[in-house]
């Protein structure tokens, strides 16, 4: 598909830079685009190869050339409004992957298209601080130039990058150095009874506004469990936790104030203070003190991943409104299960949350794509909860039909992409099976912790699944080098997924020429897979992201290759009566939950996996 777009040079160039990562190529011959001004949006009406294009600003141009692209040369009258003022991505750059600068840049100018006009770039110590040589050592930290230029490449497609950091918990990766121990509260909370845990904070807002040029700056402050409860209660005492809470936000607020900056943060610890078991939901009363504890000119964000009830959405928007500040929505795409997203569930939880945002008048929408466990699932791989997000921005209409349409224009495949979902559901049940493929995968063969919760005929689906993942890459040239990795991924999952029990099978009756074959020839063509895995993993890893923290695939894959040379050893060492039995296999196999043998269920997420598999949690 050819476009052409009647414009000065400077914008004509602009547009050629944006349509770069999609299906159009710049050039006369094709759709023929001129150029109006309107009050407000964007409107598009074509005879199949004219097209006018009205539009009253940047991003609703760029939003109309997306829709040119996605509708080609049909014939149509389109009008569409931006419903928010602001609809973003917020990425996830801390979690062992740090995307590349050509990637982000290759983000903005997909986000442009798709009608985004905000960013955040999750960074808990992924960014370079002055006189703080540890803080992100060797994470792939954004130097201050890098975040400069990312903000100003932004800024020429229109979308803001507001800067997302971390001002009391999520801040592991510090605490990985002992230069940081001094500033720890307990797990990887900051002390905040401490001086210098503040003089630490305002070097952040230093860095971000040399970076940035956002008067707005999100300052995390989520998930903080056992605030007050480590070093701070050993060196001031107890207090409660929303009082320690609301004396530290309004220091960062100052902060906030002093460097000309609006404040979002995630909303979660003002009901989890007034909880029992620290939840955040609609049915926790909060206390008048609590509701009164939000300084002014902060922007509270709910964040919900979870439901998929519309009333549960409303209920918890309706008490956010009553702490009487702006309140914004972040949603999520599940990127964070594993090697591949769970887009279904994604699917159907943010439609449930759009079907209610609207009548409570927000202006701030955004898609989380976070990284937990190592970060091994491509953003990309969520196009379609992106493509969502667009869509629900601009419109009502949240059908299959209009987000294929918008992935159309990055030559994705709608189909394709959810069929990535695969990994986690295999056809042969009628059960979820949560990060399915990540249990097999790390799953010990001769400990076979999982081994009585994966149902028979597994393999044989993963030999399909490998398959698909195949033809995907060849329907998708634009996102082969997804497709291939995931293919390589499912072809170890097709050989590992019986090996376990092969073997325990094999002991048991005393099969010594299967157990001569499965030391001497099965483990190694497994090995050879997970080896050929590796080099794609590594391939499409250099390809969005910095080198760092690949070493934690590497660690991970390479510690599972070691695993698997062992039983080998061990096999023959038994077979040799050099070793009169294998201590493992002498174990009775156990389901990983009571009563669920043939089936894992939603109780076992990642961190189920993290408990029983010897790779930390990320």
């Known amino acids: 598909m050819k476009i052409y777009v009647n414009a000065n040079e400077s914008l004509q160039n602009l547009i050629k830079e944006a349509i770069s990562d999609s299906i159009a190529e710049w050039g006369e011959g094709g759709i023929n685009i001129t150029l109006d001004k309107c ?3 964007v409107k598009v009406s074509s005879d199949g190869k004219k097209v006018t294009l009205y539009y009253s600003d940047l991003t609703s141009l760029l939003k109309g050339i997306g829709i040119i692209i996605s509708k080609g040369e ?3 009258e389109t009008e569409q409004t931006l419903k928010y003022r602001q609809l973003g991505n917020m990425v996830d750059v801390s979690r062992n992957a740090v995307m590349n600068i050509a990637t982000v840049k290759k983000f903005i100018r997909m986000s442009a298209l798709m009608g985004f ?7 808990e110590d992924t960014y370079e601080i002055e006189d703080e040589p540890y803080f992100g050592h060797l994470r792939g930290r954004y130097t201050v130039a890098e975040l400069q230029e990312l903000d100003g490449y932004a800024e020429k497609f229109g979308i803001e990058i507001i800067p997302c950091i971390q001002t009391l918990a999520h801040l592991d990766a510090i605490f990985n150095w002992p230069e940081y121990a001094p500033y720890n509260d307990t797990a990887n909370i900051l ?3 401490l001086e210098k845990t503040y003089e630490l904070i305002e070097k952040m807002f230093v860095t971000m506004k040399a970076a940035f040029r956002s008067k707005q700056i999100h300052i995390g402050m989520d998930e903080a469990h056992f605030l007050g409860r480590g070093t701070y209660l050993d060196k001031f005492g107890y207090e409660k936790c929303s009082d320690i809470m609301k004396r530290h936000l309004d220091r960062v607020i100052e902060l906030c104030r002093k460097y000309d900056y609006e404040a979002l943060m995630w909303s979660d610890m003002f009901f989890r203070v007034c909880s029992p078991n620290r939840g955040y939901s609609p049915d926790i009363q909060i206390t008048e003190d609590v509701f009164n504890s939000v300084p002014e000119g902060v922007n509270l964000v709910y964040w919900d991943y979870y439901r998929d009830d519309p009333k549960f959405y409303d209920d918890m928007l309706t008490i956010h409104e009553n702490f009487k500040r702006k309140v914004s ?3 999520g795409s599940y990127t964070w299960r594993g090697f591949a997203p769970w887009q279904p569930t994604a699917l159907k939880n943010m439609r449930a949350a759009f079907s209610v945002l609207d009548k409570h008048e927000l202006d701030v929408v955004f898609c989380t794509h976070w990284g937990d466990n190592g970060n091994e699932c491509s953003t990309f791989a969520a196009l379609p ?15 299959d039909e209009s987000i294929a349409e918008i992935m159309g224009i990055f030559g994705a495949s709608f189909d394709d992409f959810m069929s990535l979902h695969m990994f986690h559901k295999p056809d042969i049940t009628k059960a979820e099976f949560v990060l399915i493929h990540k249990y097999v995968l790390y799953s010990d063969v001769l400990q076979g912790a999982f081994d009585s919760n994966i ?4 393999s044989e689906f993963f030999g399909k699944v490998s398959a698909r993942m195949k033809e995907n890459a060849e329907r998708n040239p634009k996102w082969a080098y997804l497709f291939e990795s995931m293919e390589k991924l499912a ?5 590992k997924a019986d090996c376990g029990k092969m073997i325990k099978k094999a002991y048991d009756e005393n099969d010594r020429e299967k157990l001569e074959y499965i030391a001497n020839e099965y483990i190694y063509t497994l090995i050879s897979a997970l080896k050929e895995f590796r080099y794609y993993l590594r391939k499409r890893w250099l390809s969005d992201n910095k080198a760092f923290g690949f070493e934690v695939q590497d660690l991970r894959l390479g510690g599972l290759i070691g695993r698997l040379e062992d039983a080998s050893l061990y096999i023959n060492e038994y077979l040799s009566g050099e070793l009169e039995h294998i201590e493992e296999l002498e174990c009775e196999r156990l389901p990983f939950i009571r009563g669920t043998a043939g089936g894992l269920t939603h109780a076992c997420t990642d961190r189920g996996w993290g408990k029983l598999v010897t790779f930390g949690r990320l």
């Open 39 to 41: 009050d407000s949006g």
């Open 74 to 76: 049909a014939k149509y």
């Open 117 to 123: 006009n905000a960013l955040n770039l999750y960074t």
């Open 191 to 193: 002390n905040v009874g």
């Open 329 to 331: 929505f972040y949603g």
């Open 385 to 399: 909860t992106i493509a969502l997000f667009a869509t629900g921005g601009w419109s009502d209409d949240l059908s």
């Open 455 to 458: 149902p028979d005929g597994l």
């Open 491 to 495: 072809h170890v999952l097709e050989l």
